[in-house]
């Protein structure tokens, strides 16, 4: 999978460039972050919405326009897959595989600028209190 996602991220890399009228990719990168958010957003619902209906087929094809979005939104904000597979990995270290962070092991960093400047604040993770999980 990681192979197909790679290649995904890729071709999406070299079509950013290309003519907006004749290249999907282009032209989400043309229209900017939030476009590419709210396109990311509406197949995650489409997703959703098949699952909940037993749509399988639905759901596979609707995944991969979840993963083509997703793969466009990390290029415009310059994450690579393998920045997105170490976290996974330093997830299984802590966690195991198949568990997400907790929330309620989250605590906010003091606010600095960033939190002044009307911006989230960072969550870090109290590593302390968590132990992995097999």
Do not use: C
């Not at 979005?69 to 802590?94: F, I, K, Q, S, Y």
């Not at 911006?119 to 302390?128: H, L, M, N």
């Amino acid at each position: 999978m990681t192979d197909s996602l790679d290649r995904l991220y890729q071709a999406v890399l070299a079509a950013r460039d290309l003519d907006p009228a004749t290249s999907r990719t282009a032209r989400l990168f043309q229209h900017g972050s939030g476009k590419m958010a709210k396109k990311l957003a509406e197949e995650a619902i489409e997703v959703v919405i098949d699952a909940v209906n037993g749509n399988r087929e639905a759901v596979v094809r609707e995944s991969a326009d979840l993963l083509y979005n997703l793969t466009v939104l990390w290029a415009a904000a310059g994450v690579r897959p393998d920045d997105v597979w170490a976290e996974m990995g330093r997830r299984e270290n802590l966690l195991g595989i198949a568990e997400k962070l907790p929330k309620s092991r989250l605590k906010l960093v003091k606010p600095g600028p960033a939190a002044r400047a009307g911006r989230r604040p960072i969550a870090a993770a109290d590593t302390r209190a968590l132990r992995k999980r097999h």
